[in-house]
């Protein structure tokens, strides 16, 4: 399983971003899916999942209400909208997949992505 984050990038403090990330390799539509993101000098940290099916979705309190996880199986692709970005959101954002797990654990998923940066100024 191979994952490809591509999307983020500098934006100003209010704004949106909508980091992708692509599953290749095996049938993206067995895998949980979920976005992590690690801040310098901060341990990597749950964001939001989406179960296979794109029926269960699970996010962290810090972003409730302000991003959304959602999946295309047809185009094997994970998706992240972030809306009203704040400086504090700056960090690189991971993708990660699993075929039996959809949780807020890192050290649950199985496959992991080489992440993508976003930048927030304020």
């Known amino acids: 399983v191979q994952l490809q984050a591509s999307g983020g990038g500098l934006v100003q403090a209010g704004g949106s971003l909508r980091p992708s990330c692509a599953l290749s390799?095996?049938?993206?539509?067995?895998?949980?899916m979920g976005w992590f993101r690690q801040a310098p000098g901060k341990e990597r940290e749950f964001v939001a999942a989406?179960?296979?099916?794109?029926?269960?979705?699970y996010y962290a309190d810090s972003v409730k209400g302000r991003f959304a996880i959602s999946r295309d199986n047809a185009k094997n692709t994970v998706y992240l909208q972030m809306n009203s970005l704040k400086p504090e959101d700056t960090a690189v954002y991971y993708c990660?997949?699993?075929?039996?797990?959809?949780?807020?654990?890192?050290?649950?998923?199985?496959?992991w992505g080489q992440g993508t940066l976003v930048t927030v100024s304020s």
């Open positions: 390799g095996r049938t993206f539509s067995n895998y949980n």
């Open positions: 990660a997949a699993d075929p039996y797990y959809s949780g807020t654990y890192v050290s649950r998923y199985r496959y």
């Open positions: 989406i179960d296979w099916s794109g029926t269960s979705t």
